[in-house]
């Protein structure tokens, strides 16, 4: 089956330091993996993906993601964290194998970032 | 730039009530999704579509229907609206998978209360 966990609640980090979310899953064939940021009354912002290719991924606003197979890891890093940050995070994955009608995405439950200054 | 709309922002309901959720979106995807959002359980799936008049159920389908009629634009219907359903309402549109362009794009969300 498939699932995404997002082990941490919560990730405090101070502004200009390097910022780490993590997102581990389990599916049956390759992952498609994805990041949406959420500001408050907000829906959900696209970040990034990986689909195929290079396992470092870049997105908006200076996130990447690093796509690591042996661990089923696709952690969201920032090199230096800016308060604006402050969001919820939720990580994605859709099985590449599954091409039947079930195009779904399973979200993880979220990380709440508090960047502060 | 994607745009997914939403017919509200905020809705206050009382139990019983039929509700209608209205979604829009502006870049001819095939599918529409639409997801409730509760803190602590993530984003879960209701109904989706991958056509015109075409649907599938969710994780979570009990109390709700949907309706497609036009490419564009996807209802989420409360048939008798009950107090358990209180929540974030979003709607998603993406193109269909194996285009290599199938990323969700999400709508600024309805917060439902029922009364």
């Known amino acids: 089956a498939q699932s995404v966990a997002q082990p941490e609640d919560q990730v405090n980090v101070a502004e200009g330091n390097p910022l780490t979310v993590k997102c581990t899953y389990s599916?049956?064939?390759?992952?498609?993996l994805f990041w949406y940021v959420q500001y408050p009354n907000r829906g959900l912002q696209f970040l990034l993906k990986?689909?195929?290719?290079?396992?470092l991924v870049k997105g908006s606003y200076g996130f990447e993601a690093e796509f690591n197979k042996s661990q089923t890891s696709f952690h969201l890093k920032k090199p230096s964290a800016l308060v604006s940050d402050s969001a919820l995070y939720f990580c994605a994955v859709r099985d590449s194998l599954r091409m039947d009608s079930s195009y779904k995405l399973i979200f993880g439950s979220g990380t709440r970032l508090l960047v502060r200054p | 730039d994607v745009k997914v709309t939403q017919s509200s922002r905020y809705l206050v309901k009382r139990t019983g009530e039929k509700v209608f959720l209205e979604c829009v979106q502006d870049?001819?995807?095939?599918?529409m999704f639409w997801y409730r959002q509760d803190p602590g359980l993530g984003l879960r799936l209701i109904y989706f579509?991958?056509?015109?008049?075409?649907?599938e159920k969710g994780d979570i389908p009990e109390g709700y229907s949907v309706s497609r009629e036009k490419k564009e634009r996807f209802s989420l219907i409360l048939e008798s609206a009950s107090t358990n359903q209180t929540s974030m309402y979003l709607c998603?549109?993406?193109?269909?998978?194996?285009?290599?362009?199938?990323?969700?794009?999400f709508g600024p969300g309805t917060r439902l209360l029922v009364l």
């Open positions: 998603a549109s993406s193109f269909l998978p194996g285009t290599g362009e199938e990323t969700q794009y």
């Open positions: 990986y689909i195929t290719g290079d396992n």
């Open positions: 870049m001819d995807h095939e599918n």
């Open positions: 579509s991958y056509d015109v008049k075409m649907k």
């Open positions: 599916v049956s064939g390759n992952p498609y």
